[in-house]
Nanobody, 122 residues
């Protein structure tokens, strides 16, 4: 079993930055793929980025070049650095994990955090 806790959300003006962190506990984290997803009001949950156990990364087109996902296996954390934030980035951000290889589909992930709110004002 893996427990995930997100932190770092908040309110920021357009063009600003935030750094989200996902802390894991329970099992060895290094063999897990970790993804970030987000859900805006009235919309479906969507993929943002994911990082594999070799730190291979994959991003949604909407955030490519602005967001960076990274992991520290010694600390059991995965961070999402978000730059040049826009109002359309406003959402609840969730981290998720699965053992082994994972892709952009939320259905592939077994463990989820409670989410952290990110609000970008114009």
């Amino acid at each position: 079993q893996v427990q995930l806790v997100e932190s770092g959300g908040g309110l920021v003006q357009a063009g600003g930055s935030l750094r989200l962190s996902c802390a894991a506990s329970g099992r060895v984290f290094s063999s897990y793929t970790v993804g970030w997803f987000r859900q805006a009001p009235g919309k479906e949950r969507e993929f943002v980025a994911r990082i594999g156990w070799f730190s291979d990364t994959y991003y949604a087109d909407s955030v490519k070049g602005r967001f960076t996902i990274s992991r520290d296996n010694a600390k059991n954390t995965v961070d999402l650095q978000m730059n040049s934030l826009q109002p359309e980035d406003t959402a609840v951000y969730y981290c998720a994990a699965r053992r082994g290889v994972g892709g952009p589909s939320s259905k592939e992930y077994d463990y989820w955090g409670q989410g952290t709110q990110v609000t970008v004002s114009s």
